[in-house]
């Protein structure tokens, strides 16, 4: 057994035996001024209804709980067991459409804010899973890469905005590209691409890049974003 803070058993010892002292102190103290102040019969009388038994085991518990009162405060410990546990986590890419359309705020505060609203919210649900940030509108980019700091992840959606690609327009099929560009050195059997956006693509093919992200193992989510 190690203790974190052996100090305190030592102060557990010290204090259950001042108190010890002191409840036999005040016991005997308590006796002679009962018999200096009573006759020896109303002493005697007083004595047979007391239960000596019972108020030695009280005294013995209260004394036992203060003692380990104080050993729990010195943080007992016997060491830990090596367990290997098996887990299953998966990669989780979120592509965001930064494009001038996502600005438009027919969705509270608008589209874009809307959107990393839902992003964060779904992070939630995902510890132990590794995440990443596609951001993308003429061009696609990787804004965070898959990782397991759910925080750095955060912080890299929150910086997203629609400056984030100097070319405008939607590219659908560039941010499946660079999904699949990402995964193609990923081990993960599951893999996940969550497409955020309004829908209006102008650039690229987004259902024949699909098809081929598919082949290749990546599951694509779509979350449309703005109202009819």
Known sequence: MEWVEIYWVYVAFIVTILCGALI?????????????????????????????????????????????????????????????????????????????????????????????????????????????????SGGAFLQCPLTVDHEAFRQSLLALDEKAIPRGGTDISAAIHEAMRVYSVSTKQSKVLILITDGEENAGNAIMTAREAKSKGIAIFTLGVGTP
């Open 24 to 136: 036999i102190f005040r016991q005997k103290s308590g006796t002679q001024q009962l018999v200096k102040s009573l006759s020896p019969a109303h002493f005697a009388q007083l004595v047979d209804s007391i239960s000596f038994v019972k108020r030695f085991l009280k005294r013995c518990l209260l004394l036992t709980g203060l003692f380990f009162i104080f050993v729990a405060l010195a943080r007992p410990q016997y060491g830990f067991v090596l367990e290997e546990i098996t887990t299953t986590s998966v990669d989780v890419l979120f592509a965001v459409d930064t494009s001038k359309s996502m600005l438009a705020r027919d969705m509270s505060p608008s589209r874009l804010e809307r959107a990393k609203i839902a992003i964060l919210e779904a992070t939630e649900h995902l510890e132990g899973d590794r995440v990443g940030l596609i951001g993308f």
